[in-house]
């Protein structure tokens, strides 16, 4: 097949979470199942200068929002066979310091910066000479591309793609005052309640929802959340209405980048026969972190966005009362300033148990991932998740709230006593989030125990070959573009 994937990140090239973590992987793993893909994704500053091997194509557009028109310039890089890269440089909306906000600040023109990245999208599936059978696209920033495909189709483009949208995060749905429907150049009968409008406004998010021919979450469970009250966030009726295109694909990890054995951040290669080098990881990450070097004493660890999605309030709730006890805690993340200066806090009360990073490291993640004996990841919901399955892999114990892609990929001991590999808890409450840690600190002294555990997750597999394989027949799933319902029918759903 031949896929276009679309994201307004993609690793290595720009990444704020999982979201680049997953279309890279994704891309790659495409091609080497033997798909032709494509993945296109924003100039944003700082690429071509970490990539010289980008290539300017002989390509300028002007595309509408609105009444004006923008100019848009191809780039592109072959990353791997059968998989290149496409990169949209538009400057005054790409070329800034961060991606989606500068100082916790959302830029006040994401609307107008993601509208545009996603007519270009459009723009390349119908007149790039590679033709693309689907494209697909991921949250919001690409929400409105199965829509503008749509009104291609009505004016004209035969053979136009089957879309697909991928919801890595329901929380996030870019909604924005009905004025900025006229951007879209889409014509009046997009904008109704069963297709773009929410309440009045522009919910990008829904348009995909009511507009691509296959919708997909990654994690089974999350799939099943998202059409409740309680995690649709007001969208659960308009996704039980479209629940005949919807289903949950657990992301895969790409262990060419998260792995143990050979991995330039580690202080020592280990693997699940050969753990001792994880004890060197532990010594290393408390002598870096300033913590005291001690082996006994278990290391608790979590990398995350500090947004109240993690469930923050509750770990810091949790760790007050179980800081009382023999264990040592990092953190590395950044987000929300309250947050950040909670987890501050915590440190200076309690310099020779916990360390905080405040920011973005990947190296320091990777050691965290094997330094540590217990990961932490409460999050109040969670999509799929990606840490915990790295914490598997490095043989550190996660520890998790049983929600969405945490509760597909974590074995807890009352599930399995064979297979457990993590610790779940059900209650969003500090005191259940401090039960857990108190049966990990119970788990720590028993070595066998501890073995056991570690053992169990390095040996699972949550590799590509299975999500790719989900992702074709997904993809397949939908009916060939001739025989397609047309739009009148679509907008009356
Ligand atoms: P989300 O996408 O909701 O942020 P995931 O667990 O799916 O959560 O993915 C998070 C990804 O971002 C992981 O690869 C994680 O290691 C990385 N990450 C998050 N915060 C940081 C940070 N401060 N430094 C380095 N990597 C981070």
């Known amino acids: ?38 993945i296109v994704t924003p100039l944003y500053r700082g690429i071509r200068e970490k990539f010289p091997a980008l290539r300017k194509v002989d390509w300028n557009f002007y595309l509408p929002l609105g009444d004006k028109f923008v100019a848009g310039q191809l780039w592109e890089l072959d990353y791997a066979p059968r998989l290149k890269i496409y990169f949209i440089e538009q400057p005054e909306f790409f070329d800034r310091a961060g991606i989606y906000h500068e100082k916790n600040i959302s830029y006040p023109d994401n609307d107008t910066r993601y ?10 599936a119908r007149y790039l000479p590679w033709q693309p059978d689907i494209v697909h696209g991921h949250d919001w920033q690409t929400g409105l591309v199965p829509a503008l495909i749509l009104q291609a189709k009505r004016e004209g483009w035969g053979d136009a793609p089957r879309t697909c949208l991928t919801i890595h995060n329901l929380a996030y749905q870019g909604v924005f005052p009905k004025a900025v ?27 995909g929802i009511a507009f691509a021919d296959i919708i997909t979450t990654v994690s089974p469970r999350y799939a099943r959340e998202i059409t409740t009250e309680e995690f649709g966030c007001g969208l659960d009726g308009f996704l039980r209405t479209h629940a005949g295109k919807l289903t949950g694909i657990l992301n895969g990890v790409d262990y060419a980048e998260w792995n143990t054995e050979k991995n330039r951040h580690l202080f020592k290669p280990y693997s699940v026969t050969q753990l001792a080098g994880k004890k060197i990881n532990k010594r290393e990450l ?13 290391l608790f660890g979590t990398i995350s966005r500090l947004a109240e999605q993690k469930g923050v309030d509750i770990q810091l709730a949790a760790l007050e009362e179980m800081l009382q006890a023999d264990l040592q805690f990092c953190v590395l993340g950044s987000g929300s300033p309250e947050f950040e200066r909670g987890y501050r806090e915590l440190a200076r009360r309690n310099p020779d148990k916990v360390a905080v990073r405040i920011g973005y490291d990947e190296t ?40 969405g892609g945490l509760d597909d ?7 399995s006593s064979k297979k457990m590999n993590g610790i779940k808890f059900y209650d969003y409450s500090a005191r259940a ?14 070595a066998e125990l501890l073995k056991k555990f570690r053992q169990n997750g390095m040996r699972v597999d949550f590799s590509w070959k299975t999500t790719v394989r989900d992702y074709v027949k997904a993809y397949n799933s939908t009916n060939p573009p001739s025989s397609k319902l047309n739009i009148t029918n679509i907008v009356r759903l």
């Not at 009046?188 to 773009?196: K, L, R």
């Not at 408390?286 to 001690?294: D, G």
């Not at 989030?433 to 028993?446: E, G, H, Q, S, T």
């Open 181 to 207: 429907f006229a951007l879209t150049n889409l014509a009046p009968d997009f904008f109704t309640p069963s297709g773009a409008e929410f309440f009045g406004f522009l919910n990008c998010l829904k348009a």
């Open 409 to 415: 990929s974590v074995v807890d001991y009352a599930e």
């Open 115 to 124: 509208l545009f990245f996603s007519k270009c999208v459009v723009h390349l």
């Open 364 to 403: 320091l993640a990777h050691r965290i991932e094997a330094g540590c004996d217990f990961f932490l990841m409460p999050s109040r919901f969670e999509p799929c998740g990606l840490n915990q399955m790295y914490s598997l892999r490095y043989g550190t114990i996660p520890i998790v709230r049983a929600t």
């Open 286 to 298: 408390q002598r870096q972190l300033a913590l005291p070097v001690n082996e006994k004493i278990p």
């Open 1 to 38: 097949m031949k896929i276009l994937l679309a994201s307004s990140e993609v690793y290595p090239f720009s990444k704020t979470g999982g979201l680049a973590d997953m279309v890279g992987a994704l891309g790659v793993a495409l091609a080497e199942a033997g798909h032709e893909a494509r």
């Open 433 to 446: 989030l401090a039960k857990a840690i108190r049966k990990a600190m119970a788990i720590y002294p028993n």
